[in-house]
């Protein structure tokens, strides 16, 4: 039997309802390409989905605008702390909770509530760049290998210019093709990391 097939024929009680749940994002999980799926960070207790989107169904509850300072250059960590101030600012101002974030580019970002409450909401989707996968503030669902580390800070050169989350993430990509051409090395995605050092990583 389908397992669809299978929970259609089972009368759940209300008090199942949250194992039920769990059991089909698992599934869900499972029919999506595991390499795509990543486990998002938290900040401020909120989860932070930076240029991914979340496996669990949920509702926007309001979209804000954000900014971050770069005087100090800021890690990523301190990018995403700074963006979550103005949506809890925002979340003061309109009395609305929200769950976690999602962040995208050129756009406003939106606060989101999840519509079940399971152990499985920190679940995302993450698109390739460059044919590659990239997990910014967030670790890969699938198991892998750790093939190697490569150093690229978040400034430009000589004149110090603090990059963007996105510019840094570009420039690691053109640095980790160097690097895998150079060492005859192959990798599956990068784990982007908070400051300088980021993970070359091949999946099982």
């Known amino acids: 039997m389908h397992w669809l097939g299978y929970f259609r024929s089972v009368n759940f009680k209300t008090s199942d309802m949250k194992k039920v749940l769990f059991l089909v994002v698992f599934f869900v999980a499972l029919g999506a390409n595991a390499q795509e799926l990543a486990r998002v960070s938290k900040t401020m207790n909120k989860y932070v989905f930076w240029y991914s989107e979340p496996v669990q169904p949920y509702e ?16 990523i960590s301190g990018i995403m702390s700074q963006v979550m101030e103005f949506a809890v600012k925002e979340s003061g101002m309109q009395s609305r909770f929200f769950d976690g974030i999602i962040v995208s580019s050129g756009a ?3 606060a989101i509530k ?25 670790q890969p669902y699938k198991d892998s290998d750790h093939i190697d580390e490569i150093k ?5 050169g000589f004149s ?3 990059l963007t989350i996105t ?3 570009e420039k690691i990509l053109k640095e980790a093709e160097k690097y ?15 400051d300088a050092m980021h993970s070359l990583i ?3």
């Open 60 to 75: 926007v509850v309001f979209s804000f605008a954000s900014t971050y300072s770069t005087n100090p250059c800021p890690t």
């Open 108 to 110: 406003r970002d939106m």
């Open 114 to 138: 999840f519509k079940s409450d399971t152990t499985q909401n920190d679940l995302a989707t993450i698109n390739r760049i460059q044919g590659k996968y990239v997990f910014v503030f967030s």
């Open 152 to 156: 690229v800070y978040a400034v430009e």
């Open 160 to 162: 110090a210019k603090c």
């Open 167 to 169: 510019q840094r993430t």
């Open 180 to 194: 895998a051409t150079k060492k005859k090395v192959e990798y599956d995605a990068i784990i982007q990391g908070d």
């Open 202 to 204: 091949k999946f099982k």
